[in-house]
């Protein structure tokens, strides 16, 4: 169905956070919540481990994936399509 990778990234000029270096959904399964799922389970995750922030790099042309990622609450924070949530 589909696969995420989230990792901590320590950062010297800003608060530290989650990265997530990849969301994979298959074809088949795409439009069916299972990255909506994916997602949550990083979210959740992340402040498990005491972190308030994660944060990720998307191509600029991955258009549909911008919009999931908006509609899941993230906003772009750079030129180059970086995306990050605040976790509460």
Not at 32 to 52: D, I, M, P, Q, S
Request: hydrophobic share 40%; charged share 30%; net charge positive.
């Amino acid at each position: 169905m589909g696969w995420i990778h989230v990792f901590p990234f320590p950062l010297l000029e800003s608060e530290p956070g989650m990265y997530l270096g990849g969301l994979v959904v298959g074809e088949v399964w795409r439009g069916k919540g299972v990255g909506k799922l994916l997602l949550a389970a990083a979210e959740a995750w992340t402040l498990k481990r005491g972190y308030t922030r994660l944060r990720f790099s998307s191509r600029v042309v991955r258009r549909r994936a911008h919009k999931f990622y908006e509609r899941e609450g993230y906003e772009k924070v750079k030129a180059s399509y970086i995306f990050e949530k605040r976790l509460k």
